[in-house]
Every structure is written in structure tokens, then in C-alpha cells.
């Protein structure tokens, strides 16, 4: 398997403008993670799947973010509008196993620039 | 909900010497502790994990130490190496037990 697979790498983008970042789990896997990583807070999580459906999102900032999970095999995530703060890596991950114990695959991330 | 410190935040060390990285975490019913590495532009990947039956796990140069009473564990790498720079994460399960919570990190860096 390929892995976790997240697109794009890198966006660069103007303040206010929508931003959709994308995940592909790895296939079987039926949880699906989307953390933020910066310098100053760690990393975050911001919302997390059970097949498909979403479990927690208590960790989304604000109304401006928005996460779906349309299938087992894709994941989006949304902010609208962006702002500079919005600036981060974000990560998708995934677990095969029903309990929490068992191992995250993250993918590469996509850092987000928010200008 | 759960929190955990992770210190320090930035470690230097000469290779060949050892390193700790130790967590603190808030909620006693907490039983399973992982670890997890972060190299460059990559994202994070377990390397150690511990669950609250046993006080200590090896893994070659890598160790984790849990004491319960204290709510404290650590990560222990000895005879470090330059390719053991990176950031080094620990974290807990949420409080539903499925979900982990990460600390904010330490940047590891050894030189030779």
C-alpha cells in the first residue's frame, strides 16, 4: 500500500480564499484523523472519523473549517474563509484498529501558507 | 479533557551521549503511551509504545519508563546518533480511549 495519501504538499493562498486539503486513508484502515501541527501549539486534532462518519470535532477551530468523509477513501478538509493564523502543516492519519491502541499512519501533510 | 506536558521543548546533545524526553499527563485512568518520531518533512511514526501494566519497554538504543503514581513517562535514547535528530512526540487516548493527544514536542538534535 502507498500509504496515507495527502494533496496538496504545499499551498500558498491570499487571505480570505477557500482552502481544501485532501486525504487519501489507507485502504481498510476504518478511522481517519486530520491534526494541525505548528510551532507554537503542537499538534492539534482537529476532527476524526469512524467509517465515515464523524466522531469528534470538537478540536475544529472555528465555523471557517469544515471536514467531510464522502466514502472510506477519501477526506477533505475545508477552511472558508482563510485567514494567516489558518497558517500550518495539517496531517491526515489513519488506524485499522477499532481500539485506540493500536498504531496512527500519517501521511506527508500540506503546509498551508495563508498570506 | 486530557492534557499532557511534554519537556524540554528543544535538546542538544553529543553523539554518543543519551537523551530524555519525559511527558506528564492529567487523567490517571490513562493506560497506553506511544511515542513517535517526526524527521523532516515527513509526518510522525510510532517507534515505542508502553501500555500500564509494565513499568519499562526496551527497543534496542530506545526505551519508554512509565510510572503511574507519578503520571509521568519517558523516552530514553542511548548511544544517540545524528539520525536520531528529529522531533519527538508522546501522547495519550482522549478520554473515549480513541483518539491519541500529542505533546507539543521535543526537537532532538545531536551532533557529531
Known amino acids: 500500500d502507498a500509504g496515507v495519501i495527502q494533496s496538496p504538499r504545499h499551498e500558498v493562498t491570499e487571505m480570505g480564499q477557500e482552502v481544501t486539503l485532501r486525504c487519501k486513508p489507507i485502504?481498510?484502515?476504518?478511522?481517519l484523523f486530520w491534526y494541525r501541527q505548528t510551532m507554537m501549539r503542537g499538534l492539534e486534532l482537529l476532527i476524526y472519523?469512524?467509517?465515515?462518519?464523524?466522531?469528534?470535532d470538537s478540536g475544529m477551530p472555528e465555523d471557517r473549517f469544515s471536514a467531510k468523509m464522502p466514502n472510506a477513501s477519501f477526506s477533505t478538509l475545508k477552511i472558508q474563509p482563510s485567514e494567516p493564523r489558518d497558517s500550518a502543516v495539517y496531517f491526515c492519519?489513519?488506524?485499522?484498529?477499532?481500539?485506540?491502541?493500536?498504531?496512527?499512519?500519517f501521511g506527508e501533510g500540506s503546509r498551508l501558507t495563508v498570506l | 479533557g486530557e492534557n499532557v506536558e511534554q519537556h524540554p521543548s528543544t535538546l542538544s546533545v553529543q553523539e554518543g551521549d543519551s537523551a530524555v524526553i519525559k511527558c506528564t499527563y492529567s487523567?490517571?485512568?490513562?493506560?497506553?503511551f506511544p511515542w513517535y518520531k517526526q524527521e523532516l518533512g515527513k509526518g510522525p511514526q510510532l517507534i515505542i509504545d508502553?501500555?500500564?501494566?509494565?513499568g519499562e519497554k526496551k527497543d534496542q538504543r530506545i526505551a519508554v519508563t512509565l510510572n503511574k503514581t507519578a503520571k509521568h513517562f519517558s523516552l530514553h535514547i542511548t548511544e544517540t546518533q545524528p539520525e536520531d535528530s528529529a522531533v519527538y512526540f508522546c501522547?495519550?487516548?482522549?478520554?473515549?480511549?480513541?483518539?491519541?493527544?500529542f505533546g507539543k514536542g521535543t526537537t532532538l538534535s545531536v551532533s557529531s
Open positions: 487523567d490517571s485512568a490513562s493506560n497506553y
Open positions: 508502553i501500555r500500564s501494566n509494565v
Open positions: 492519519a489513519s488506524r485499522a484498529d477499532r481500539v485506540g491502541t493500536g498504531e496512527l499512519f
Open positions: 485502504s481498510g484502515h476504518d478511522y
Open positions: 501522547a495519550v487516548l482522549n478520554q473515549a480511549g480513541t483518539a491519541l493527544i
Open positions: 472519523f469512524n467509517n465515515n462518519v464523524p466522531i469528534d
